[in-house]
């Protein structure tokens, strides 16, 4: 018998008495007598044979060799010892019989067809016999249930689901990260990802990539940017001029009063950096947008849109340019309305108290109307990321600037594609006026105010025969770029069609509409006059917020209507709404796709996101994400922030976030199948290590001007998978010194514009060239005249792969040799050179490692066990010598180099100058196109040493990959 069966035996037979045990064979054979008389005899039997090859007195079942029972019988037995077991025997049976197990119910007692289930109800039914016993179990049971209940109790799902303890549930899960007012559409249909102090919608959990390119080329793609910051200035125009100015420069664009000089613009962009720290220490792009002027006023508003990440460092600038120091704290005590209440951080239902004072769990209460603590509002706060009681205004007492934080106080959508206008023509109607009602009596909704000013409706008429001219437009991209059209609208919720239907440019209205508007708007943009619109009044958004009209008084309204799925008539008071239609160019730099990405921008007032979302999504957009986002960036070969702004904190930021993630992801495979980094020459494949680059070309480029004028030629030419090995060693010396300044991303728009003429642009695929204007001649002199001012910087570049391959994140931008220019003779579609493989010197190291680890603890172990005395001074402690290597080499990973990195420039058998920040295959393009970074050194260096006919010809080399691929760089403007 096996031991698991024996313990098994044993734990059955704990409470039954031992059997007799009878004297073995070789006893009774030998002479002895002596017989052991039963379990309660004291002798030295064990009931096993000392002996396995012997055979026992008496066995239980059969033997192997066919032997049965031994049938020599005792000769005599004890007497007070055999009494003794048979009193423990029945002693033992009948607490079997009497006793029932924990698991064991009273009903068990009755015989399996008596059994009824009715009887765990109703005692009753049992026997008389059993029914004392079942009343006791059912009270114990019920007093252990009472004392369980003082427990608080999770709610049914019914209950969970009810309007008020949804809204209080939504509530508590906004504390961290803030909710968008179109949150439950897109988790229902998104990823969702937490960034920022959002919870934003990455991308749609159904396939959409080739759908959404589709979309924002040929129809609509909508984007909800509600998470961009607003800050709002107001004061006088001069002022606030002089102010920002403080903060961009011209060099690098158009700034903040540029915007005022042209006709017909009210908005822009521009990068925004420290006070007076221009071209160093930028805090990344910022788009703003004026309010049109009053007549007779120098009093202007401003509103600067930026990027999360940007506000906490804009925001500080921006007080100390305009001297706002003076903090407006809100009321203590906010006033709470009928469509909005600010939620305290104690909005967790408490239990109800008796009269008594006792606590009372376990009790629905139903809900009144009377009720004064009735079901929470749909929480709407100005930010979440702040506290209710942090300031929001700030004024300054000697330049009269007021700047107020109003984050998530616009609701902002973005749409993206030539029927953009088509979409919003047939989502939104022009207000109508409200002749049913008595002008002379005041109200407290704003639009009738509005209407009993003749002066504003004829504004509002101008704006809605402009808004009925742009219906007749085709593309989204023939009205000028920074068009902004103020309008008041009819709540778009009345008139929602009953399925979805793909919104298109009607020909019949494009007929009707005068084709001589139609040119002028196209030509000249919307008039100043009619760029008006009251969302720039606080007052009249907060009306519009709190007198909105709820989802359920809306349906009753419509319930009441004659006709079903007729539009109400009149409309509601109190459903006109204010937005602002703000025109996006689309594609601007570049000799292709010009007004790509074209589209609107709707601003909205808070509260009535989901009002204008839903009839949008039923016109047939595609919905797009922060992923989208990235990618629409990347067909129009512009930035996207903050991954492509290594120079701003954001930046710098994300790049440290996307390598610990990315690192995360390569440890999670095992190294044999994962890629090594090491042997594919690859020192950084999770980032770009701008700093060191630019500081490498820095060095090279002082070391060839202090060389003789007729060496100053700049090379590195490095053998194929001949790397020395000190350069490999973790405390290998690299030739770059101290860091002496930071580098800087040139944004000089004459430097960019004379360095994109000496890359010779061409189309996608380098097929033909690109007409530019005069660019003075490409010469050591000129190329050492430009590093003076530009030593320390990186150029943005669009690299277009001229055959087969896909560009991929933080690919190698390298430099090609002349003979692999030669390669380019036998055509565009010629395959490149090959990488050869590198020695992994880490792996080594690693394996060394884990050996003096192994010889450390040995030598330890056997130190100890001979109780050897201390060392002395002069001999060296095993301890720390062996110590010292792993400290060095802990963070060794297989297949990543370890910092501090060699040389960047001169680690492979090609050059290196730059990295891939963006990569894919273009849609748009046809091919693979990449963006990212290159230092202007080696660019220069480059295009010097290049012949005109292949000028501008770089190589391109995945992380993953051996082969190098051909690509014509260009520079866009």
Known sequence: MSAAKVKMREKKLRNQPASVQYASSSAQNGGDSSVTGGAGDDGPSTGKPKNTHQRSGWVRGHQKDGGGYVKEMPKYITAGAFARARAAEVSAMLKAVTKTT???????????????????????????????????????????????????????????????????????????????????????????????GYCLGDRPTYKCYRPSYRAMSSHCLLQDLSYYCCIELQ?????????????????????????????????????????????????????????????????????????????????????????????????????????EVIPTLETEPKPEKTSDGKQVTGIKRKRTSNDASGPPAKKILGDGTRSPTTPVTWRSSSAGIVINDLTME???????????????????????????????????????????????????????????????????????????LGLTVDDPRLTLPTKKVKALPCVKQAQEVDEEKRRELMLRGVPEHCCQSYLWEQSVRDNVTDNKISEQELNRMRSEVLVPGSRLSPTPLQGRVPILLVHQPGKQAGHE?????????????????????????????????????????????????????????????????????????????????????IKHGCLAPFRCPWQQLAEEWELIWREAKEEPKGNSQIQITTEAGTVMEEEM???????????????????????????SGWCRPTTSKGQRPCRVGQVPPLDRLAATSFLTAHGMSLVWVRLSLLSKGKPELHAMVCVPTAEDLQLLKKGPGSSGPQEPQH????????????????????????????????????????KSATSEEPKSSSDLIFGLWPDPLPSVTSHCSRVSVGWVTQGDFSLSAGCGEALGFVSVVGLLNTLVNQPREHRGMFLLRNPTSLHYRFAKINIEI
Not at 131 to 144: F, P, Q
Not at 311 to 320: F, G, M, S
Request: hydrophobic content about 35%; proline content about 7%.
């Open 102 to 196: 924990g698991s064991c119910h009273v009903f068990a007692a009755l015989p399996k067809h008596m059994r009824r289930r009715a009887m765990s109800h109703n005692t009753k039914r049992l026997p008389r016999r059993l029914r004392d016993v079942a009343n006791r179990m059912r009270e114990k049971s019920l007093l252990a249930g009472s004392k369980k209940k003082e427990q608080p109790k999770s709610k049914s799902r019914k209950a969970r689901r009810r309007h008020g303890n949804l809204l209080l549930e939504f509530n508590r899960r906004q504390r961290k990260n803030v909710w968008l007012e179109t949150h439950i559409w897109h988790a229902k249909r998104f990823h969702m990802v937490k960034k920022w």
């Open 729 to 755: 060693t973790l405390h290998g010396d690299t030739s770059v010194t101290t860091p002496q300044s930071h580098f800087t991303v040139l944004r000089n728009i004459k430097s960019l514009r004379l360095l």
């Open 593 to 677: 796709m010009s007004s790509w990405g074209a589209g609107w921008d709707l601003l909205l007032p808070k509260g009535w996101g989901m009002a204008f979302w839903v009839p949008l999504v039923y016109r047939g957009v595609r919905i797009g994400g922060l992923n989208m986002s990235l990618k629409h960036s990347q067909n129009k070969g512009a930035p996207h922030f903050p991954h492509d702004y290594p120079d701003c904190p954001a930046g710098i930021g994300f790049q440290e976030e996307q390598e610990a993630e990315l690192l995360v992801k390569f440890k999670r495979r095992p190294p044999a199948k994962r890629t090594n980094y």
């Open 839 to 878: 020695r992994d010197h880490v792996k080594s190291r690693i394996k060394r490692k884990k050996k003096g680890s192994k010889k450390a603890a040995a030598s330890s172990a056997k130190i100890k066990g001979k109780e050897s005395d201390l060392p002395s001074a002069s001999e060296p402690d095993p």
């Open 235 to 339: 004061g006088e125009e001069q002022k606030l001029l002089a102010s920002l100015s403080q903060l961009t420069s011209k060099e690098a664009g158009p700034t903040f009063a540029a915007a005022l000089s042209l006709s017909g613009r009210r908005q822009g962009s521009v990068v925004v950096y420290k006070a007076g720290q221009y071209p160093s220490q930028p805090l990344g792009p910022v788009t703003f947008l004026w309010r049109p002027r009053t007549q007779g006023s120098t009093h202007r508003q401003l509103w600067i849109w930026a990027h999360p990440t940007i506000k906490k460092d804009l925001l500080p600038e921006l007080q100390a340019v305009c001297q706002c120091y003076e903090a407006v704290l809100p009321p203590a005590v906010p006033v709470v309305t009928p469509a």
């Open 410 to 484: 616009i609701v902002r959508y973005r749409l993206i594609g030539p029927q953009s206008h088509s979409v919003l023509a047939e989502t939104l109607e022009a207000a109508t006026d409200c002749d049913e009602i008595n002008k002379s009596q005041p109200s407290s909704l704003w639009w009738p105010e509005h209407c009993k000013d003749e002066s504003k409706m004829n504004l509002h008429k101008q704006q809605a025969d402009l808004y009925q001219i742009l219906k007749g437009i085709y593309s989204t991209g023939e009205l000028p770029s920074g068009a902004v």
